[in-house]
C-alpha cells in the first residue's frame, strides 16, 4: 500500500515490508553486514553504490572509508535539518507576502494553493527531487496559507487565532518527536497500514463533505462546524501527528542505508507537506472553537 506522502510513494512502505522502501529482504551472504542486504542504494546497477561503500554486499567492512564525491555523498541529518528549514523558510516568507498582501485577495491566494497543489503532485510522480519544485511549491503555498490566515484573523472573534495554530503546530512536533526518539511510539508495518488506511478514509470523508456543501449547500455532512466538526478537526491533528512519525523513520532509513545527498530534499518536502497539513486542521479546529 503507498502513501499519499510523496517521500513514501517513492520509497514503498509497502504491504510486505512496513518501512520506507528499505527494508528489502535480505541477500545471501549478507548477515554480518546488518545494511548490506536491505540496503537499496548498495545494489548493483545502483548509480550511487561506490565501489568501496562499505554496505555493498560482499565488501569486507574492514576497509578504509570510501571518499565521496559531492554527487555521490550519502544524505547526513545535517543535510536534511538544512533543505527542511530552506523549505519552511521559503513557507514563512511566501505566507508573510500573502498576510500583508493578499488577504483581501482570497481568489489569487486560493489560485496560489490549487498551483502549489499541481506542483507537490508533479513532485510525487517524479523520479527525482527538483528543489526548484519543492521550493516553488514552498512559495505558492505560503501565498496560499498566508492570505487565508490574515483572513481568518479578522474574522470577529478570530484575532490571534493563526499563531494560536502556528503555536499548536509547533507543539505537535516537538511532542511526536519526543516520542518517536524514546521509542514510544514506534514504525512497524501494521502502524503504517493503519496510517494510511485513516488518511485515505480521512481524505475520502472531506471530499464527500465538499461535494455535499457545493451540490447540497449549508454545512454539508457537519464534518466542519459543531461538535462531529470538532472530533473531525482533532482526528485530522492526531493523523498529522502520526505522518510525522513516518516522516522521521524515512529520514532515519535514508540515513542509515546511505541514501544519496539528494533525499534530503525529499525528506524536507515530506516535512513540510505534513506540517502544512497540521496547521491547516488546527488552524479549522481553532477556528469552530471559537466560532461557538
Not at 549478507?30 to 565501489?51: R, S, T, V
Request: aromatic content about 10%; cysteine-free; overall charge positive.
Amino acid at each position: 500500500m503507498r502513501s499519499s506522502n510523496p517521500v513514501f510513494s517513492r520509497r514503498g512502505f509497502s504491504r510486505d515490508t512496513g518501512y520506507a522502501g528499505f527494508n528489502a529482504p535480505p541477500q545471501a551472504g549478507a548477515a554480518a553486514n546488518p545494511y548490506a542486504g536491505a540496503n537499496p542504494y548498495a545494489q548493483g546497477g545502483n548509480p550511487y553504490a561506490d565501489p568501496t561503500n562499505p554496505y555493498a554486499q560482499g565488501q569486507p567492512a574492514t576497509q578504509a572509508p570510501p571518499h565521496y564525491t559531492p554527487q555521490t555523498r550519502p544524505m547526513t541529518m545535517d543535510d536534511v535539518v538544512a533543505r527542511t528549514g530552506m523549505t519552511l523558510g521559503t513557507v514563512i516568507a511566501g505566507a508573510t507576502v500573502g498576510w500583508i498582501f493578499l488577504t483581501g485577495s482570497l481568489g489569487f491566494a486560493i489560485g496560489a494553493g490549487l498551483v502549489a497543489m499541481v506542483l507537490a503532485l508533479v513532485q510525487s510522480f517524479k523520479r527525482k527531487p527538483s528543489p526548484a519544485l519543492i521550493l516553488g511549491y514552498a512559495a505558492l503555498e505560503g501565498l496560499f496559507l498566508g492570505a487565508l490566515s490574515g483572513y481568518i484573523n479578522g474574522l470577529p472573534n478570530m484575532n490571534g487565532a493563526p499563531m494560536q495554530a502556528v503555536l499548536g503546530t509547533m507543539a505537535v512536533f516537538v511532542a511526536m518527536l519526543v516520542a518517536y526518539k524514546t521509542r514510544i511510539v514506534r514504525v512497524t508495518a501494521r502502524f503504517t497500514r493503519f496510517v494510511l488506511i485513516a488518511a485515505m478514509g480521512f481524505v475520502l470523508l472531506s471530499l464527500v463533505n465538499v461535494l455535499f456543501m457545493a451540490f447540497g449547500g449549508g454545512e454539508g455532512l457537519g464534518f466542519r462546524s459543531g461538535g462531529l466538526g470538532i472530533v473531525f478537526g482533532i482526528v485530522g491533528v492526531v493523523l498529522g501527528a502520526l505522518f510525522l512519525a513516518l516522516d522521521f523513520k524515512q529520514v532515519e532509513d535514508g540515513i542509515a542505508y546511505g541514501a544519496p545527498r539528494e533525499e534530503s530534499w525529499l525528506a524536507a518536502f515530506g516535512l513540510t507537506l505534513t506540517l502544512v497539513w497540521i496547521y491547516m486542521e488546527m488552524l479549522r479546529l481553532i477556528s469552530i472553537l471559537r466560532g461557538d
